[in-house]
């Protein structure tokens, strides 16, 4: 459903694909949305640059070297200036 969300300066928006919350380790377990969200979390002033390297790290690490699926797209940004208004459709 289209949906707005106002944006205040310093707000980080942060896209992933599902290569991040489906990476396996040798268990078969994911890394999951409620990890990304705990890691997210925890690294709230990381530098943008820091925090995209330090999430694919994270998958790395939790994988230990298991063979991936799938793709891991990241992608963030920081509002800088004024606030925003950010609409989908």
């Known amino acids: 459903e289209p949906a707005a969300v106002r ?3 310093g707000d980080t928006v942060f896209f992933a694909t599902d290569g991040i919350t489906e990476a396996e380790n040798d268990r ?3 890394f999951t949305e409620d990890r990304l969200v705990r890691f ?3 690294h709230p002033d990381t530098p943008l640059d820091e925090l995209v390297c330090g999430l694919v790290a994270a998958t790395e ?3 230990a070297g298991c063979e991936q699926r799938d ?3 990241v992608l ?7 606030g925003r ?3 989908s459709s």
């Open 71 to 73: 793709d891991r797209t």
């Open 7 to 9: 944006l205040e300066p």
């Open 85 to 87: 208004t950010a609409r």
């Open 76 to 82: 963030a940004f920081r509002l800088r200036g004024e």
């Open 61 to 63: 690490s939790f994988s």
């Open 40 to 42: 997210l979390a925890t």
């Open 28 to 30: 078969d377990q994911e």
